[in-house]
Nanobody
Framework: QVQLTESGGGLVQAGGSLRLSCATS????????MAWFRQAPGKEREFVAT???????FYAESVKGRFTVSRDNAKNTLFLQMRNLKPEDTATYYC?????????????????????WGQGTQVTVSS
C-alpha cells in the first residue's frame, strides 16, 4: 500500500521560512518523479515543484528562486524548503508520486500525471 505523509506546515509571517517533508512507503521511491502541488481555498490545485531520480528539478515561476525541492532516496523522503514566503503562498501543500515508474521529468506538470498523493499540510503566511 502506497503512503505519502506530509509534515512541516504551519503559520509563518511574510518573509519567513518553512521546510516541508513527505515520508513515503510502499513504492520504490527512487524510481519515481516526485512533485509538490498546492491548493488554496476556491482555487485549482497547482504545480509547485518537481524532482527526478537524478535530482533534476523544475519549478513554477511563482516560486522560482524562493523554493527548493530535494529528495533523500535512502530515506524515501521528499522535501520542500520554502524561503521568503508571501501571503499568496498560503495553501494546503501536497506531495505526489508520478503515476508511472521511470517517467521523464518535464517543466509543466498537471495533477493528472501523478497517481499517489499525501493528505496535505497547511501553510499559512500572514502579512
Amino acid at each position: 500500500q502506497v503512503q505519502l505523509t506530509e509534515s512541516g506546515g504551519g503559520l509563518v509571517q511574510a518573509g519567513g521560512s518553512l521546510r516541508l517533508s513527505c515520508a513515503t512507503s510502499g513504492l520504490p521511491f527512487s524510481f519515481y518523479v516526485m512533485a509538490w502541488f498546492r491548493q488554496a481555498p476556491g482555487k485549482e490545485r497547482e504545480f509547485v515543484a518537481t524532482i527526478a531520480w537524478n535530482r533534476q528539478t523544475f519549478y513554477a515561476e511563482s516560486v522560482k528562486g524562493r523554493f527548493t525541492v530535494s529528495r533523500d532516496n535512502a530515506k524515501n523522503t521528499l522535501f520542500l524548503q520554502m524561503r521568503n514566503l508571501k501571503p499568496e503562498d498560503t495553501a494546503t501543500y501536497y506531495c505526489a508520486a508520478h503515476k508511472d515508474e521511470f517517467s521523464r521529468i518535464v517543466p509543466e506538470n498537471s495533477a493528472g500525471d501523478f497517481g499517489s498523493w499525501g493528505q496535505g499540510t497547511q501553510v499559512t503566511v500572514s502579512s
